[in-house]
């Protein structure tokens, strides 16, 4: 092992999806230390077994924010969209000199550019990273992008550990625009195939629709897409829908109405609202079962 990789600590902030992911690829990958804090560690409801996952790959759950990062050379930022400037603030009251805030969150390039602001006047060196995929099937090999004045040399402490990082020696919120960009098209694909797929079902036409797709978008296998994306909104569509705000506020930022980014967030928001998140938790539903509950909503109303 170098000595590269034996001496790295980081910490993570948010033990979500994205945070528990890295946590686990960061101690599997060989960091010295990983601390993990996130607020709903102290929720009797969700606390201990956010704080068990935390034990079980072999991160160290802390008491606080400011546990969490003592010490630690790295501090990354995973938290809900909503809460990414709130977070900086709350980290510009620990950050020592000299210490990494990568802020991995999916949010206006403005947001980042205040965040970098609130960091880097408290001494931190704030660095603007775009995470480009989804992360469970990647781990900490995802797809990044990093910029700002810190991104070359957080690159160069975390590619020895696996990470994928793409450094673009540009201002903070450069890499912010390509994510949500991107996101204006993904996740507002992921809003049609909702409402086309459940009014598919409901007319049964899904096998005509199907290959028809199939054919228009050559080498995609449209029945196997449909239903992933059905599958990750109806788990993470309070954070998508926070997600695609931020996308709008993008958009806006450059005197564009965002009309259907901003229709795609309330869509998301929509089924986060009435399909619990754990719907389908333990099972391999099909297109029609995802179609099928989003009309036994309607049924309700």
């Given at each position: 092992?170098s000595?590269?990789?034996?001496?790295?600590?980081?910490?993570?902030?948010?033990f979500?999806?994205?945070?528990?992911?890295?946590?686990?690829?960061l101690?599997?990958?060989?960091?010295?230390?990983?601390a993990?804090?996130?607020?709903?560690?102290?929720?009797?409801?969700?606390?201990?077994?956010?704080i068990?996952?935390?034990y079980?790959?072999?991160?160290?759950?802390?008491?606080?924010?400011?546990?969490?990062a003592?010490?630690?050379e790295?501090?990354?930022?995973?938290?809900?969209?909503?809460?990414?400037?709130?977070?900086?603030?709350?980290?510009?009251?620990?950050?020592?000199?000299?210490?990494f805030?990568?802020?991995?969150?999916?949010?206006?390039?403005?947001?980042?550019?205040?965040?970098?602001?609130?960091?880097?006047?408290?001494?931190?060196r704030?660095?603007?990273?775009?995470?480009?995929?989804?992360v469970?099937?990647?781990?900490?090999?995802v797809?990044?992008?990093?910029?700002?004045?810190?991104?070359?040399?957080?690159?160069?402490?975390?590619?020895?550990?696996?990470?994928?990082?793409?450094?673009?020696?540009?201002?903070?919120?450069?890499?912010?625009?390509?994510?949500?960009?991107?996101?204006?098209?993904i996740?507002?694909?992921?809003?049609?195939?909702?409402e086309?797929?459940?009014?598919?079902?409901?007319?049964?036409?899904?096998?005509?629709?199907i290959?028809?797709?199939?054919?228009?978008?050559?080498?995609?296998?449209?029945?196997?897409?449909?239903?992933?994306?059905?599958?990750?909104?109806i788990?993470?569509?309070?954070?998508?829908?926070?997600?695609?705000?931020e996308?709008?506020?993008?958009?806006?930022?450059?005197?564009?109405?965002?009309?259907?980014?901003?229709?795609?967030?309330?869509?998301?928001?929509?089924?986060?609202?009435?399909?619990?998140?754990?719907?389908?938790?333990?099972?391999?539903?099909?297109?029609?079962?995802?179609?099928?509950?989003?009309?036994a909503?309607?049924?309700?109303n």
């Amino acid at each position: 092992m170098s000595q590269a990789r034996a001496s790295l600590s980081a910490t993570l902030i948010g033990f979500g999806e994205a945070g528990s992911i890295l946590a686990e690829g960061l101690v599997k990958a060989g960091a010295q230390s990983v601390a993990v804090y996130d607020v709903k560690f102290d929720r009797p409801e969700s606390g201990p077994a956010m704080i068990q996952r935390a034990y079980a790959v072999g991160a160290h759950p802390a008491r606080s924010a400011l546990d969490a990062a003592a010490g630690s050379e790295i501090i990354v930022a995973a938290v809900t969209a909503s809460s990414s400037i709130a977070a900086a603030r709350t980290a510009a009251t620990y950050i020592k000199p000299n210490q990494f805030y990568l802020d991995i969150n999916s949010v206006s390039p403005n947001a980042k550019r205040a965040a970098g602001e609130i960091i880097d006047a408290a001494g931190g060196r704030f660095v603007d990273v775009a995470v480009m995929a989804p992360v469970p099937p990647y781990g900490i090999k995802v797809p990044m992008a990093v910029g700002g004045k810190w991104g070359q040399a957080a690159a160069d402490r975390l590619t020895p550990f696996g990470f994928q990082i793409e450094v673009f020696a540009r201002e903070i919120g450069y890499v912010s625009a390509m994510k949500m960009c991107r996101s204006v098209m993904i996740k507002g694909i992921e809003a049609l195939v909702i409402e086309a797929m459940t009014a598919a079902v409901a007319y049964d036409v899904v096998d005509q629709v199907i290959p028809s797709l199939d054919e228009y978008f050559k080498g995609k296998d449209w029945r196997w897409q449909a239903e992933y994306m059905f599958g990750r909104v109806i788990e993470h569509g309070e954070r998508r829908a926070a997600e695609m705000r931020e996308a709008a506020k993008t958009v806006a930022e450059i005197g564009l109405e965002p009309l259907m980014t901003a229709a795609t967030a309330e869509r998301k928001q929509w089924v986060a609202d009435r399909v619990p998140r754990d719907k389908f938790k333990g099972e391999k539903p099909k297109l029609e079962d995802y179609a099928n509950a989003i009309r036994a909503v309607l049924k309700k109303n």
